[in-house]
Antibody, heavy 121, light 111 residues
Framework: QVQLVESGGGVVQPGGSLRLSCAAS????????MHWVRQTPGKGLDWVAF????????YYADSVKGRFSISRDNSKNTLYLQMNSLRAEDTAVYYC??????????????WGQGTLVTVSS | QSVLTQPPSASGTPGQRVTISCSRS????????VYWYQQLPGTAPKLLIY???QRPSGVPDRFSGSKSGTSASLAISGLRSEDEADYYC????????????FGGGTKLTVL
């Protein structure tokens, strides 16, 4: 069965950096686009970034463009999110989500359990 | 403010039919498909509807989606207590380099 397991969350000071990982299993990772979606505790969903199956295309939310970088290692079945210049408003649970198709980008068919990132001094 | 606007709350009694709306405020979303997610407390979201009105396998036919003009709707018929959850609409926004946008979410309470 499909499993997505995020790791790397924690507490970081404003202006700091953190790298999240998402280990994927149960499907051919190298054939699917992947997303990061975040959710501030008690608030709504906020899409962060998408990377195409081969890494050739990437999209970012305006709020993270220039600070966050999405990448993947298909040989390790792992998705990454490098987060730099972190701000208090980046505090959230970060989910990785499997994309269903490049023609249905808002279609996330599997989600991880999430990892909490807290930006605080 | 999200480019997809949802009512913050909705409610109904068991067996009732409830609808949740999702209005687009940006022409950049235009006629793009709308997707609906259900998030039960303490869990990750789950897809309920894709491409405006299509149900993935395993989603009960009590859930249905529709689109009319700049608005989309999620309808839940035969309301059950286990339907109490947050519901989000989503769409692709063609502005600038493109992005996925979510509505602000609607908390559904089963009375």
């Amino acid at each position: 069965q499909v499993q997505l397991v995020e790791s790397g969350g924690g507490v970081v000071q404003p202006g700091g950096s953190l790298r999240l990982s998402c280990a994927a299993s149960g499907f051919t990772f190298s054939s699917y686009g992947m997303h990061w979606v975040r959710q501030t505790p008690g608030k709504g969903l906020d899409w962060v970034a998408f990377i195409r199956y081969d890494g050739s295309n990437k999209y970012y939310a305006d709020s993270v463009k220039g600070r966050f970088s999405i990448s993947r290692d298909n040989s390790k079945n792992t998705l990454y999110l490098q987060m730099n210049s972190l701000r208090a408003e980046d505090t959230a649970v970060y989910y990785c989500a499997k994309g269903y198709s490049d023609y249905d980008l808002p279609y996330f068919d599997y989600w991880g359990q999430g990892t909490l990132v807290t930006v605080s001094s | 403010q999200s480019v997809l606007t949802q009512p913050p709350s909705a409610s109904g009694t068991p067996g009732q039919r409830v609808t949740i709306s999702c209005s687009r405020s940006s022409s950049n979303i235009g006629s793009n498909y709308v997707y609906w997610y259900q998030q039960l407390p303490g869990t990750a979201p789950k897809l309920l509807i894709y491409r405006n009105n299509q149900r993935p396998s395993g989603v009960p036919d009590r859930f249905s989606g529709s689109k009319s003009g700049t608005s989309a709707s999620l309808a839940i018929s035969g309301l059950r207590s286990e339907d109490e959850a947050d519901y989000y609409c989503a769409a692709w926004d063609d502005s600038l380099s493109g992005r996925v946008v979510f509505g602000g979410g609607t908390k559904l309470t089963v009375l």
